[in-house]
């Protein structure tokens, strides 16, 4: 399966959530470790939706980048 995911830089590092698995979250040091540990989080997130018999919701979410005018 493929996820969308959404990477932010902040102050100290980055972070990482899935829009399509709720509190699916990982931070990082940089863009390379966080998408290592959001890859790690969604496996864990997953296998621990099945264990607990839940739905494991299919990706949905999708993602554009858009320009604009900015003054």
């Known amino acids: 399966m493929k996820y969308m995911v959404v990477i932010e830089k ?17 931070v990082g040091d940089t863009k390379e470790e966080v998408i290592q540990l959001i890859r790690e ?3 864990f997130h997953i296998d621990g939706l099945r264990e607990a018999g839940e739905p ?16």
């Open 10 to 26: 902040g102050a100290t590092g980055y972070g990482a959530h899935v829009p399509d698995l709720p509190g699916c979250i990982a």
């Open 41 to 43: 989080a969604v496996e």
């Open 56 to 71: 494991v919701p299919a990706p949905s979410s999708v993602s554009e980048i858009i320009e604009v005018n900015a003054a």
